[in-house]
């Protein structure tokens, strides 16, 4: 696993290639692949006790991303997040859960899994969550550069058409106009006015299975563990080993 990440950053060089400066980080979610593509195109994982595929190329990106929602992992593991995408991440993250339904998505951040989930329904809002494995210095990376979800998600443009940033400098802008909007709250409250609490508006989600450092079973599987045709039920996380 420790050669894994190398390996699967400089795979992914030519997808990076086109940014204009290199990232400080990297989160990419992959879908499964197909025994049958091209060897140099996939990757091997191992998730409770079987080897899986997953393809090299990513769905979606820190890119896609325009808005986000951090928190601590239930199971102590770093942080977890919930990633608002642009359209392009959207579409992208409603065609792969619309067709390949019962199979895995899995996370990535710098190169190393950190998490997976199980497809179970088709995911059209373009929201994504990474449920454990976010270090806190990429979390304040991301607010350098990416706004908070605040309550009633992104901005629109009317109440009949959803519009969120997708290109760099929406992006930058929606960034600007989501920090000046924080800084006239500061002054609201130091001044005594009153503000209304911002509640971060989130769809609820499974809590994903824990994923293995080394490889092999999660803690507590039974030995004989595979992957489950049908989803389970959601339950708190084993703790994660050491």
């Given amino acids: 696993m420790r050669r894994l990440a190398p390996l699967l950053l400089l795979a992914l060089a030519p997808f990076f290639m086109g940014m204009s400066k290199k990232p ?29 595929l997953f393809k090299i190329l990513p769905e979606f990106s820190q890119e896609n991303v325009v808005a986000f929602h951090p928190f601590p992992a239930d199971n102590g593991n770093g ?5 608002q995408l642009e359209v392009r991440g ?4 409603e065609i792969a859960t619309r067709t390949r339904q019962g199979e895995f998505l899995l996370a990535m951040v710098n190169g190393k899994p950190v998490d997976y989930s199980q497809i179970t329904r088709p995911v059209s809002d373009g929201i994504f969550t990474i ?10 990376e991301m607010d350098k550069k990416i706004r908070r979800i605040k309550a009633g998600g992104p901005p629109s443009m009317s109440k009949d058409m959803e519009f969120v940033p997708s290109t760099r400098k929406e992006r930058k802008r929606a960034k600007q106009e989501a920090d000046r909007l ?5 002054k609201a409250r130091k001044s005594g006015k009153p503000v209304e609490p911002e509640i971060p508006s989130l769809p609820a989600g499974n ?5 293995p450092v080394e490889g ?27």
Avoid: C
Avoid at 182 to 186: F, H, I, M, N
């Fill in 207 to 211: 809590v994903s299975p824990q994923l």
């Fill in 182 to 186: 924080e800084k006239e709250a500061e």
């Fill in 90 to 93: 959207k579409g992208n993250l």
């Fill in 24 to 52: 400080k980080y990297t989160i990419t979610i992959h879908a499964q692949a197909e025994e049958m593509d091209v060897p140099q195109t996939m990757f091997p994982i191992n998730i409770g006790g079987k080897q899986m």
């Fill in 131 to 140: 449920w454990q494995g976010i270090p806190e210095e990429i979390v304040a």
């Fill in 79 to 83: 942080m977890g997040v919930a990633l």
């Fill in 216 to 242: 092999g079973a999660p803690p507590g599987a039974p030995a004989d563990a595979s992957v489950p045709s049908q989803p389970a039920p959601p339950a708190p996380p084993p703790a994660l080993p050491r």
